[in-house]
């Protein structure tokens, strides 16, 4: 069965910093694109970083320069580091399998507050 | 950056009765290599969206025969043929043809 599992949120102050975490499961991560997308309470999905089995990333203009997505292969594990973090960053993360996005985790929450 | 626009924003359906949304871009979602990369999912209360459609018009595994999904260039349709209870919650159109990603706002679909 295929699963993905985030951690790593959590309560931060703004300008400070998370990194996530997103451990695959029931397929060959090192072969899959991934991506990260937040959903704010109350709001549609969005689309926020992508990582490509090359490596190659792409990011939502809103996180350029602040977030950057990586890989560990061998651990099957996506990450999202997030800096200088605004209010409008608080959302549930959800990572996300393929271009299709045909597989999503649960997420996992990051408020952003004082 | 592609924008996707859904219309209705909520739909009240009766059970055996069909719906549909509409899903509409600001430019082809018509790639280079020929294929289109428009999604559709559908988002019940408390979980993450799930997949029904990729491609315009494929079924993802597992997704019921009473979903399709048609359109070519700016303008697509997800239909459902006879709307059950368990199809409750929100619809998301999604546009991969170009980066960045982008979702429609959502149809709220409930039943009468």
């Known amino acids: 069965e295929v699963q993905l599992v985030e951690s790593g949120g959590g309560l931060v102050q703004p300008g400070g910093s998370l990194r996530l975490s997103c451990v695959a499961s029931?397929?060959?991560?090192?072969?899959?694109?991934m991506n990260w997308v937040r959903q704010a309470p109350g709001k549609g999905p969005e689309w926020v970083s992508g990582?490509?089995?090359?490596?190659?990333?792409v990011y939502a203009d809103s996180v350029k320069d602040r977030f950057t997505v990586s890989r560990d292969n061998s651990k099957n594990t996506l990450f999202l580091q997030m800096n200088s973090l605004r209010a409008e960053d608080t959302a549930m993360y959800h990572c996300?399998?393929?271009?299709?996005?045909?597989?999503w985790g649960q997420g996992t929450m990051v408020t952003v507050s004082s | 950056d592609i924008a996707v626009t859904q219309t209705p924003l909520s739909l009240s359906v009766t059970p055996g009765q069909p719906a549909s949304i509409s899903c509409k871009s600001s430019?082809?979602?018509?790639?280079?290599?020929?294929?289109?990369?428009l999604y559709w999912y559908l988002q019940k209360a408390g979980q993450p969206p799930q997949l029904l459609i990729y491609?315009?018009?494929n079924r993802f595994s597992g997704v019921p025969d009473r979903f399709s999904g048609s359109g070519s260039g700016t303008d697509f349709t997800l239909k459902i043929s006879r709307v059950e209870a368990e199809d409750v919650g929100l619809y998301y159109c999604?546009?991969?043809?170009?980066?960045?990603?982008?979702f429609g706002q959502g149809t709220s679909l409930e039943i009468k």
């Open positions: 996300a399998k393929d271009r299709l996005l045909e597989v």
């Open positions: 029931g397929f060959t991560f090192s072969s899959s694109s």
């Open positions: 990582i490509t089995s090359g490596n190659a990333a």
């Open positions: 430019q082809s979602l018509l790639h280079s290599d020929g294929k289109t990369y």
């Open positions: 491609e315009v018009s």
């Open positions: 999604m546009q991969s043809t170009q980066p960045p990603k982008a």
